[in-house]
């Protein structure tokens, strides 16, 4: 029985936070549904999911589709592609069952990729490794929101896709397309073919990027566009992300977002220490804190936390959610103080 193996690599850096982290995880539990419907999908199709942050994870080794458990999702700081394509080459090596004498190995394996941002790590090395590896025909870039280095992504496959709709219809009309295409792969391997898999028709909202159109405005120079600040709320003690943009007229950020951290991503704090410092001059505001709706930030001169304003007493002072110093805020605005942030 010849296995058509399908694998879905995730890009979990704080960036796609929000939206992009619902959309994704709904996405990927929707696909499987759908294509456990699929009686061609269900012979041949064998999955398994790839995420990256700052590190590469295995969450799900490959398995047979009405086998596969739908992995739970978390955003950490850090965009490793590099690793996640080294993890996916040693897997590829380890579970893809090669043509031998007499007998037909697996199909091509069929690689799905879901990005937002740039990558922290060097991946070109790790590109030509996957490439020494294994045959690649059929992987597929997507790229959504405005940070992609879409000409990075040229250089993996031909094959890249950028999802300019990225709220939470855009998000499921993209698994609705990645559904549709490995559905008819894996009607085509059913039928004893091994062509190039057809794309199904792309929605409006994804748009087939080529090289000559994004090479030169999507350069992976300059400051970031979006910049990572983790905060503690100094009333719940709960940990959550700001999110910046980047005003390239100014050269600051300006705040956009600031989203909740749950429980499971508590070590945030512990992580965001050992973040590269950023001058806090080139940060402008905070936005309020999502957890108690307090307006503004400061960071601890004793332990570097950021924290909200809900730590602030009457007297002014406040004590810090980090290492329950009592302090006087060192307020943003009147500038210069140490903060560390990522870079999603
Ligand atoms: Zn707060
Ligand atoms: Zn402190």
Known sequence: MRRLPIYVLIDCSESMIG?????????????????????????TAYLSFITFDSRAELKTPLQPLDEVQVPKLRVRPGTAFGSALLLLAERILQEVRRNQPGSKGDFRPIIVLITDGQPSDDWRPPLKELHNTASIGNFYAIGAGDDIDFAGLKEVTDIVLNLHQTDEQGWAKLFVWISDTLSTASMGVADGDEKEV???????????????????????????????????????????????GFDPHHGIYHPTAAHKLDQENADFGERGGRLPPVD????????????????????????????????????GKSVCPGCNAQLTINRGDNGGFKIRASEG
């Open 19 to 43: 939206a992009g982290m619902t959309g994704v995880q709904t996405g990927i539990e929707t696909m499987v549904r759908t294509l456990q419907r699929n009686p061609h999908a269900l012979e």
């Open 280 to 315: 806090s001059r080139v940060v402008n505001g905070c936005p309020d804190c999502p957890h108690c709706g307090s307006p503004g930030a400061g960071s601890c001169g004793n332990c570097g936390t950021v924290f909200c304003g809900g730590a602030r007493q009457d007297d």
């Open 198 to 244: 057809m794309l199904a028709k792309l929605p409006l909202s994804i748009e087939k990027v080529d090289d000559t159109h994004w090479g030169s405005d999507h350069r992976n120079d300059g400051p970031p566009r979006q910049l990572f600040l983790y905060g503690l709320c100094g009333v719940k003690r709960l940990p959550y992300l700001m999110r910046y």
